[in-house]
């Protein structure tokens, strides 16, 4: 197949690449730009694990073909905070025992920084439905919601 | 579920865990994250059939397709073809007949993972099918298709205590009941992965793994003489739940064999719908059960038998069986026990390890029997168990006398203030159309591998720098292990624990600390690591005392330094100290091994294991009697584990064995169908999202033995293992009847209460 040419932000800078027409954003992110906490956990969009921002909206992106996102901006976790400036919300996973396993975290704290800046109001009900598009097995969520109200209190 | 509120943040913790930020950030590197461009791709050719021989493997069309490089078969594997934990009866790749839908016929291996995927459409297996056995109790009839040469009989366990015949008939009433249990799917986030490097005399895989020596000694047996030495390394692992406790010996040693024959890097990942079809579950089991009760509240006696479904080949079966056996009859004193367990081979997925390990399954029989007996007696539940429960002295249903310490007691009397118990059992379900139930379920877990001998080896060692760094084959699979140990190193040393740091395993490197599985890692792991790090001490303290001019007996370490107790004029630096014992050439590096004998049993009883953990749980429960919705408003753990190293840690692990356990207990069932699994995705088959997991109330008492580290316990598993009996005692408190059989969803219940009112 003849590859597509597609230019976009990621994580802030801009970039252009060749890309394979079939290939989903998840793929091209994790095997082809190096941004390999974007995860892949079921590859139809049920687990979350590969949540991106694309133009500022989580999305699942193995249910993104890598071509659309032309000319948008695309923001993975590793976009989200450093090691010396953390995001408010991976602060507070680490200080909550919101971590075990950690191979939801990524699209997890994509979603709750999204939560964070955009309904930081939100009740608890509405938290926990924000987040039920992110699955995760070891840790039975409450510790994240926790993490999520003190990043939101700051 | 209604949103609960969160009235109890949960505090701050003192030491994070040490993998936590990096995690956060997304800079951990799993398995895949790993792979470079030369890498070629494995797909495994699967069995579309549950029973069949096969006649003819023809893969010259799939080798055709560009970018295969190569097809490997049976044929192809220079070692043996056998392997698995208890019995040697999986071939990596069948060659004479398959016996699941899913087995593996042959690898595909190639430049792209597409590739891959369209030459394992174009090999072309010719089989025979065979009649196929899905049922259990048809599986051991005369005449039922045989699975494996020595018939269908995986193993047979039992528990005699006392005479139960007796037991029966002396008992004012006897209730009986017939119970089951689904297979429940791990269903970790990160499926099976391994990445395989060969080298010129040995073979290097990296991948998704519980138990790095057991992964070396299966790859060993597959590539045989071919490849003198073998080197596993323990990527990061994204959940294993024991669902990674033997799977990865095959995902493992196809990779390697991929990497063997082509001599390049290979890495097998499994997508999630070959995960679900490919890796051992939680067994399915029917428990027969009576237990006889005295009209003063007293069990008499307790006859069960137990039937697993074990899958087409043996996996953990038995030792599944074993526990599931020897918990049977709850954690209660039961003078007479007639316990018979049977694990059989179906055409079904494989059986095997998952948390809590064959308890989920015995807790929800005995459980909710002891409700129904409750009922009989016209007794509170909470009552009658408090009547019969297993205290410090007490003999246990296995016949051993108990001499370690037994937290239960306080556990029940904990959950049943803080759950308000007394008071909503009073309140009654309610008038109208939404019933609410309160019930309470126990569990007993003993200490390490069940029944068997145990041992681990750590070594703890200090650099000329003052760093400690510590070595074990147990691994970090989300547990926070690696952050226990830190704590009990720093705590023997007096060290801040970011001096102290936890080698990821390698089997090149780390001293084989037997499987992390069992609930095992703080116990065994944790004694082994505070064993040299007290031997370490001991070193330091010797040089310390001639540093400070006092005996090394009185030599206090903490904060960094040493100094003499009583003392203020002298301390020594950590670092001081440890250049001084370096100046003088003493080896800094220790190795403590922790053995935990074979117990002694035997014709159905003795002992299980020195140390046991308990816990109690209540859940409350709303159940929409139009349309059978379960869900669960309120939820109380109390666990005593001994000692507690890191109390978030400990609460976290309850909060999630409990989230686990109300997938299981509501919502979690893998069907299957001739052999077919329905349900493999995240769409049909439904794990707990935030919306279903309501507050989790945790109670911890703290009652320590000599056995673990400071007296700790392990906490792993038993935060799953009352759930489904908890939810399913609050069910029947709602409707006012038992449902034998879960998960509770809409369909079941409604359909439970339908019968219920055709009948009255």
């Known amino acids: 197949m003849r590859k597509v040419r597609v230019s976009f932000t990621l994580n802030g800078l801009k970039k252009t690449d060749e890309v394979e027409p079939n290939q989903t954003l998840c793929d091209y992110l994790h095997d082809v730009a190096g941004t390999t906490s974007v995860k892949k956990g079921c590859d139809t969009g049920e687990c979350g694990a590969c949540t991106v921002l694309l133009d500022d909206m989580p999305v699942t992106s193995c249910l993104v073909l890598a071509p659309q996102v032309e000319g948008r901006d695309v923001v993975t976790v590793e976009g989200l905070g450093t090691k010396l400036v953390p995001n408010p919300v991976q602060q507070a996973f680490v200080e909550h025992d919101a971590v075990q396993c950690g191979y939801c975290i990524p699209g997890m704290i994509v979603t709750l920084s999204w939560v964070r800046e955009h309904v930081p109001r939100a009740s608890d009900a509405e938290i926990k439905r924000l987040m039920s598009g992110n699955l995760c097995r070891c840790t039975g969520y409450l510790q994240q919601i926790e993490a999520l109200k003190a990043a939101i209190k700051g | 579920m209604t949103a609960q509120k969160l009235e109890e943040p949960i505090r701050r913790l003192e030491v994070p865990r040490l993998d936590a930020l990096e995690k956060a950030l997304g800079e951990t590197k799993y398995t895949t994250d790993n792979v470079e461009e030369d890498a070629l791709y494995v797909r495994v050719v699967r069995s579309p059939h549950p029973h069949a021989l096969i006649r003819r493997i023809d893969s010259s069309r799939a080798e055709r397709v560009p970018g295969v490089v190569r097809i490997a078969t049976a044929r192809d594997i220079p070692g043996s073809n056998y392997i698995g934990y208890v019995v040697q009866d999986r071939p990596l790749l069948c060659h004479d007949k398959v016996r699941f839908v899913g087995d593996s016929v042959a690898l595909v291996i190639a430049d792209t993972s597409e590739s891959?995927?369209?030459?394992?459409?174009?090999?072309?297996?010719?089989?025979?099918?065979?009649?196929?056995?899905?049922?259990?109790?048809?599986?051991?009839?005369?005449?039922?298709?045989?699975?494996?040469?020595?018939?269908?009989?995986?193993?047979?366990?039992?528990?005699?205590?006392?005479?139960?015949?007796?037991?029966?008939?002396?008992?004012?009433?006897?209730?009986?009941?017939?119970?089951?249990?689904?297979?429940?799917?791990?269903?970790?986030?990160?499926t099976e992965a391994a990445l395989a490097y060969p080298k010129s005399d040995s073979m290097v895989v990296l991948g998704s793994m519980q138990n790095p020596f057991m992964v070396k000694k299966a790859m060993a047996t597959v590539l045989g003489r071919a490849v003198p030495n073998v080197r596993i390394i323990q990527a990061p692992t994204g959940g294993g739940f024991g669902g990674k406790q033997d799977a990865p010996d095959e995902v493992c040693s196809m990779a390697a064999l991929a990497a063997w024959l082509t001599k390049r890097p290979a890495l097998l990942a499994f997508s999630r719908e070959e995960s679900a079809a490919f890796h051992p579950k939680r067994h399915p089991m029917i428990f027969d059960r009576e237990m006889g009760v005295s009209s003063d509240g007293k069990i008499t006696a307790v006859r069960a038998s137990i039937l697993a479904d074990g899958g087409a080949y043996a996996s953990l079966s038995e030792r599944?069986?074993?526990?599931?056996?020897?918990?049977?009859?709850?954690?209660?004193?039961?003078?007479?026990?007639?316990?018979?367990?049977?694990?059989?081979?179906?055409?079904?997925?494989?059986?095997?390890?998952?948390?809590?390990?064959?308890?989920?399954?015995?807790?929800?029989?005995?459980?909710?029997?002891?409700?129904?007996?409750?009922?009989?007696?016209?007794?509170?539940?909470?009552?009658?168990?408090?009547?019969?429960?297993?205290?410090?002295?007490?003999?246990?249903?296995?016949?051993?006398?108990?001499?370690?310490?037994?937290?239960?007691?306080?556990?029940?009397?904990?959950?049943?203030?803080?759950?308000?118990?007394?008071?909503?059992?009073?309140?009654?379900?309610?008038?109208?159309?939404?019933?609410?139930?309160?019930?309470?379920?126990?569990?007993?877990?003993?200490?390490?591998?069940?029944?068997?001998?145990?041992?681990?080896?750590?070594?703890?060692?200090?650099?000329?720098?003052?760093?400690?760094?510590?070595?074990?084959?147990?691994?970090?699979?989300?547990?926070?292990?690696?952050?226990?140990?830190?704590?009990?190193?720093?705590?023997?040393?007096?060290?801040?624990?970011?001096?102290?740091?936890?080698?990821?395993?390698?089997?090149?490197?780390?001293?084989?600390?037997?499987?992390?599985?069992?609930?095992?890692?703080?116990?065994?792991?944790?004694?082994?690591?505070?064993?040299?790090?007290?031997?370490?001490?001991?070193?330091?303290?010797?040089?310390?005392?001639?540093?400070?001019?006092?005996p090394p007996e009185v030599i206090v370490f903490e904060g960094d330094t040493a100094r003499c107790q009583g003392r203020d004029d002298g301390r020594v630096g950590f670092e001081e100290l440890v250049s001084e014992c370096f100046r003088r050439k003493l080896n800094l590096k220790e190795e403590g091994t922790f053995v935990k004998p074979l117990p002694f049993w035997e014709a159905g009883h003795g002992d299980l294991s020195p140390s046991y953990t308990f816990a109690v749980h209540v859940a409350e429960v709303e159940v929409d009697t139009e349309t059978g919705k379960v869900e669960v408003v309120n939820y109380t753990a109390a666990h005593e584990s001994g000692t507690v190293i890191s109390r978030d840690q400990f609460e976290s692990q309850i909060i999630g064995g409990v989230a686990q356990g109300l997938g299981y207990a509501l919502m979690e069932e893998l069907i299957l169908k001739d052999g077919i699994i329905r349900n493999k995705t995240f769409l049909d088959y439904h794990i707990p999202t935030a919306a279903d997991v309501p507050h989790i109330r945790t109670i911890i008492v703290e009652a320590p033995d000599d056995f673990g580290p400071f007296g700790a316990k392990g906490v792993g598993e038993a935060g799953i293992e009352p759930v489904a009996a908890a939810v399913g005692n609050a069910v029947y408190n709602a409707l006012g009847f038992p449902i034998r059989r879960f998960p509770f969803t809409p369909e079941r219940v409604y359909e439970a209460i339908e019968e219920r009112a055709s009948r009255s």
């Open chain 2, 116 to 190: 891959a995927e369209l030459g394992v459409q174009e090999v072309k297996v010719d089989y025979e099918e065979l009649p196929a056995v899905f049922d259990p109790g048809e599986a051991l009839k005369p005449g039922a298709p045989k699975i494996h040469p020595g018939g269908n009989l995986t193993a047979r366990h039992f528990v005699r205590l006392g005479d139960a015949e007796e037991g029966l008939v002396r008992a004012d009433f006897v209730v009986r009941g017939t119970y089951s249990t689904p297979i429940q799917e791990q269903a970790y986030l990160e």
């Open chain 2, 320 to 550: 599944v069986l074993f526990v599931a056996v020897t918990t049977a009859a709850g954690p209660y004193e039961i003078p007479n026990v007639h316990i018979d367990g049977t694990t059989v081979y179906t055409n079904n997925v494989p059986m095997g390890a998952f948390r809590g390990f064959g308890k989920p399954q015995a807790s929800f029989a005995a459980e909710l029997q002891m409700d129904e007996a409750a009922e009989r007696l016209g007794m509170d539940p909470a009552e009658f168990r408090l009547r019969n429960i297993l205290k410090a002295g007490s003999t246990a249903p296995t016949g051993q006398v108990l001499t370690s310490s037994v937290g239960l007691e306080e556990c029940l009397v904990r959950a049943r203030a803080d759950s308000a118990w007394d008071a909503k059992r009073r309140t009654g379900p309610g008038q109208g159309e939404k019933k609410r139930g309160i019930g309470m379920a126990c569990t007993i877990h003993p200490e390490g591998l069940n029944g068997e001998a145990d041992a681990a080896t750590a070594s703890v060692e200090i650099t000329a720098v003052g760093q400690v760094v510590v070595k074990t084959g147990l691994t970090e699979y989300g547990q926070g292990i690696h952050t226990g140990f830190v704590h009990i190193v720093s705590k023997v040393l007096g060290t801040s624990p970011d001096r102290v740091s936890v080698v990821m395993p390698d089997t090149d490197v780390v001293p084989d600390s037997g499987p992390t599985v069992a609930s095992r890692s703080t116990v065994f792991g944790g004694k082994a690591i505070l064993l040299a790090a007290e031997k370490l001490r001991g070193k330091l303290a010797k040089v310390a005392s001639e540093m400070l001019s006092c």
